[in-house]
């Protein structure tokens, strides 16, 4: 998956492409840091209710779909 979301990330992005480029790496770091949150607080809270930090990760990226795609409609 990660092919396909880079390369549509960074369509149309023109003279910006390297500095989008850089921040999609860099968002590797969130596979790294996400779970160890989560896990933290399923030893607070439960793990049942831990798994607010996956409803609020995957909201973000349905914004972010929705966002992109209708920049990348405008370019």
């Not at 390297?18 to 790294?32: E, R, T």
């Not at 996400?34 to 030893?43: E, R, T, V, Y």
């Not at 349905?62 to 795609?69: K, M």
């Amino acid at each position: 998956m990660w092919p396909s979301i880079f390369s549509l990330s960074i369509k149309g992005l023109g003279k910006y492409t390297s500095q989008g480029s850089a921040f999609l790496v860099m968002m590797i770091l969130g596979g790294g840091i996400i779970p160890p949150i989560q896990g933290k607080l399923a030893d607070i809270i439960g793990i049942h209710e831990s798994y607010i930090v996956c409803v609020l990760c995957f909201a973000y990226l349905a914004f972010f779909a929705q966002r992109v795609g209708g920049i990348l409609k405008n370019a």
